[in-house]
């Protein structure tokens, strides 16, 4: 039991901004004086419409998304876009449904189990070969002329694995950018689409981000879903359905703090000395060891083993006691997992990197 928040190293759902949740809190019952909270009033009335409408625009700012791109806020997660980017863009094959992906990992893989489905999901470049510890150079990647698109997972949350740049590629660029969207600068120009769950970088679960070209849109499979109809959606505001009220608002919330931190660019580079810190105090160390390609280690989810796996569950415990939660791997791999999103202040990656000499030394 802690009376007090704690660093919370949780892969997603993960830690918000507590400037936010305090905001939140205290507009639980009474929202811009309509006696009502946010989650009580009607999606389609003038208050949460200006809502909704603020939160659009303060992600177009914060990403610079040129209007040649739709941005929907849906539902389904990043799962869910699994199925409608294949039912929203296969058809644009030249010859059968069919695109191309790269696979980088655990996320990678389920995209294509899923784009199969629908199509051809051809491995254009694999690295699981090597444990998915590093991204298949650029210019071995087979891909395929009559594709529709290339999928790439941007960060491999589970590995730790993080493209560094934006692949250049001939067919439109898919990405999965749920656990980096808003943590580096990227020129949406080079993507067709990027697609995540809200969960890991930016508020609640419940709300999926797509940015999508908008000569993409329009060319849905009969098939799909009248919700993951990318061109219906667009045009009906995201509100075919009721949209997922609250983790709006609560996104709404994080790109206003996100602004008053600088914006993107300024919080990439607390991200880049966040992330320095970890690797650093791993790469000096002589009980923990990183297994990912340092080239592509990711700035968010920064994955370590200890050389004596024996010794994990007293590390753990340890962290634990200090109020460092949440920092065991995915079962999948082992060893353990920081996730230090933008919302993770520095002064939690400091009290790790302590504990973590602290722990070292009593061994
Ligand atoms: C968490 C995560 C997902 C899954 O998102 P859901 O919202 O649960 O569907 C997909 N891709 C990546 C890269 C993730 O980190």
């Known amino acids: 039991m802690f009376d007090q928040r704690v660093y919370n190293f949780a892969p997603g759902?993960?830690?918000?901004?507590?400037?936010?949740?305090?905001?939140?809190?205290?507009?639980?019952?009474?929202?811009?004086?309509?006696g009502m909270g946010v989650m009580e009033v009607s999606h389609r009335g003038k208050a949460f419409m200006a809502c909704y409408e603020e939160a659009v625009a303060d992600l177009r700012e914060l990403m610079n998304i040129p209007?040649?791109?739709?941005?929907?806020?849906?539902?389904?997660?990043?799962?869910?876009?699994?199925?409608?980017?294949?039912?929203?863009?296969?058809?644009l094959a030249s010859k059968a449904p069919k695109a191309d992906f790269i696979a980088t990992g655990i996320w990678t893989e389920k995209s294509i189990k899923e784009a199969a489905k629908y199509g051809e999901a051809h491995i254009a470049a694999s690295s699981q070969a090597n444990g998915y510890t590093t991204i298949p150079d650029q210019k071995d990647w087979q891909l395929s002329d009559d594709a529709a698109y290339v999928h790439i997972c941007s960060n491999e949350t589970v590995g730790g694995l993080e493209f560094q740049d934006v692949p250049k590629v001939a067919k439109p660029l898919v990405a999965d950018v749920s656990s980096n969207i808003l943590s580096r600068v990227w020129d949406v120009n080079q993507f067709g689409v990027l697609f995540g769950g809200a969960q890991k970088?930016?508020?609640?679960?419940?709300?999926?981000?797509?940015?999508?070209?908008?000569?993409?849109l329009g060319h849905a499979m009969p098939i799909t879903p009248t919700i993951w109809d990318w061109a219906k959606q667009a045009e009906s505001d995201s509100m075919l359905n009721t949209p997922p009220t609250f983790s709006v608002y609560l996104a709404g919330l994080v790109f206003k703090w996100l602004k008053r931190q600088g914006g993107v660019a300024a919080i990439e580079q607390k991200n880049?000395?966040?992330?320095?810190?970890?690797?650093?105090?791993?790469?000096?160390?002589?009980?923990?060891?990183?297994?990912?390609?340092?080239?592509?280690?990711?700035?968010?989810?920064?994955?370590?083993?200890?050389?004596?796996?024996?010794?994990?569950?007293?590390?753990?415990?340890?962290?634990?006691?200090?109020?460092?939660?949440?920092?065991?791997?995915?079962?999948?791999?082992?060893?353990?997992?920081?996730?230090?999103?933008?919302?993770?202040?520095?002064?939690?990656?400091?009290?790790?990197?302590?504990?973590?000499?602290?722990?070292?030394?009593?061994?």
């Not at 592509?296 to 007293?314: G, I, K, W």
């Open 67 to 91: 209007d040649s791109y739709a941005v929907l806020f849906l539902q389904g997660g990043a799962i869910g876009m699994n199925a409608a980017i294949p039912m929203n863009l296969m058809p």
């Open 13 to 34: 759902p993960a830690t918000l901004p507590e400037e936010v949740l305090k905001q939140a809190a205290s507009e639980m019952l009474n929202w811009q004086g309509l």
């Open 201 to 216: 970088n930016i508020g609640p679960a419940g709300l999926s981000i797509l940015i999508v070209r908008k000569d993409l």
């Open 272 to 363: 880049i000395q966040k992330s320095n810190l970890l690797y650093e105090c791993i790469d000096q160390s002589s009980l923990y060891v990183g297994k990912i390609d340092q080239r592509y280690r990711s700035r968010m989810n920064v994955t370590f083993y200890l050389q004596d796996e024996a010794l994990n569950d007293a590390f753990v415990a340890g962290a634990a006691k200090q109020g460092l939660m949440n920092i065991k791997g995915h079962k999948s791999v082992g060893g353990m997992r920081a996730s230090i999103y933008n919302a993770m202040p520095i002064e939690g990656v400091q009290a790790l990197v302590d504990y973590m000499k602290e722990f070292e030394r009593g061994q």
